[in-house]
């Protein structure tokens, strides 16, 4: 196979694609017979790597149902200015990468902000739109972007990927590709071949083998231990229960209150939320069992809730919404929720979503996040590469000086 000719295309809509050739590429399942050392392939930072199902490296943000229930619902489409273009490499006509991407005419809906780029190339004659987005829609969260059968030569289709993104911006007009919330390795490799790197920071929450929640709350510092505590009684303080959905658990008459909530907090936060009511009703058919709901109810309604995404080993908390506001009652919902999920499920990680330092508290620490840019402009690639270069290394020192000053305890007992 390795000798045969790798050819390109892109496709308008995931639905042009089978679901069985796109998701033996975004969560393949490795050849043994192909690899020495299983552990290293499953790792997080291997190029194109994951697995099927509920093995090592599964990702639902790379699923080909997560992708359809984006388009079919009208949420990730032209109309919105996210049109899809995904790339595709094929050995022997079958299909063995895929690159998600679409051409978009705006910035929304990404979490890693060029509009600085796209307002000064545009003052000095430029054209920014259309670009390509090579990211899973309006999904803060690390995942594999260059999506690549577990039975090929990774590194030969991961080349071809690149250079057919390229090929694809001249093919479309875009000034570039930007591949988003990409993993360390997948950023690296495609900052070898001819991409800027640029580097981000989340707040994640790492299991260390607790087995409860007061195991957690025993590897902090006293304040914050305490700090927590309080927060969990005072956010049920007014007879609030809550209550864990997934699966078929999972009702439309849920999917209807999550989504007021939804729309309530996205009205007030980005003016126009992103995802129809559809997409949720989609999900819920075609991957409920990948999804937990955490709501709280009060006085026998729904009053809040927060969506998360469950992979393999990782946690995805993605929105929140609320019609009733309660202290600290978004923390218990959106964080500690999460954790004690993650600790029952045995998780090694829960991401928390795009920014907030208010997180770090709450004992999610700094993570750097890694994209990949291709500036179609000389012009343009030498600015950006230069101001990069300063960002990538003020991201360092302030991840540094945040996990200095988190709430776990040091190496004096403060207990």
């Not at 990468?97 to 000095?124: I, M, N, T």
């Not at 009205?267 to 709901?293: A, C």
């Not at 506001?325 to 923390?331: I, R, T």
């Amino acid at each position: 196979m390795a000798s045969s000719e790798i050819t390109l295309e892109a496709v308008p809509a995931v639905s042009d694609i089978k679901a069985a050739d796109w998701d033996a590429c975004a969560n393949p399942r490795p050849d043994p017979d192909r690899i020495e050392n299983l552990d290293t392939l499953a790792s997080p930072g291997a190029l194109g790597c994951s697995s099927a199902d509920s093995k090592p490296g599964y990702n639902p943000f790379v699923s080909h149902a997560f992708f359809a229930a984006a388009e079919a619902s009208g949420s990730a489409c032209a109309r919105t200015g996210w049109g899809p273009r995904h790339l595709l490499a094929r050995l022997d006509g079958a299909i063995v990468g895929v690159v998600p991407c679409y051409l978009k005419s705006h910035s929304q809906g990404e979490y890693v902000f060029d509009r600085g780029w796209a307002d000064a190339y545009e003052r000095a004659g430029g054209r920014y739109y259309p670009k390509l987005q090579a990211s899973v829609p309006f999904t803060p969260a690390t995942g594999p972007r260059l999506l690549i059968r577990g039975d090929v030569d990774r590194e030969r289709i991961g080349t071809a990927l690149a250079s057919g993104l390229m090929a694809l911006c001249n093919a479309t007009n875009a000034s570039s590709v930007h591949v988003t919330f990409a993993p360390e390795a997948e950023a690296k490799f495609l900052g070898e071949h001819g991409f800027l790197r640029r580097h981000d920071q989340q707040f994640h929450w790492r299991n260390e083998g607790y087995k409860t929640f007061d195991d957690f709350l025993g590897s902090l510092n006293s304040r914050h231990r305490k700090a927590i505590k309080r927060e969990r009684r005072e956010a049920l303080a007014s007879d609030i229960t809550i209550h864990r959905l997934t699966g078929a658990d999972i009702t439309e008459d849920a999917w209807d209150a999550f989504f007021e909530f939804y729309m309530e907090t996205g009205s007030r936060k980005w003016g126009r939320p992103y995802l129809t009511r559809n997409f949720f009703s989609l999900i819920g058919e075609s991957m409920s069992r990948d999804v937990l709901l955490v709501m709280a109810k009060r006085n026998g309604r729904w009053i809040a809730g927060a969506i998360n995404f469950i992979g393999s080993d990782t946690l995805f908390g993605r929105n929140w919404g609320a019609v009733e506001h309660h202290p600290f009652l978004h923390f218990e919902v959106c964080y500690y929720q999460a954790i004690e999920f993650a600790i029952e499920r045995g998780l090694k990680t829960v991401e928390a979503g795009a920014q907030g330092e208010h997180k770090l508290a709450r004992g999610y620490l700094p993570q750097t996040t890694y994209s990949a840019h291709y500036i179609a402009d000389p012009g343009l690639r030498r600015a950006i590469a230069d101001y990069l270069k300063r960002e990538r290394a003020y991201v360092a020192e302030v991840g540094r000086e945040l996990s200095e000053a988190g709430p776990f305890r040091k190496a004096v007992d403060e207990a």
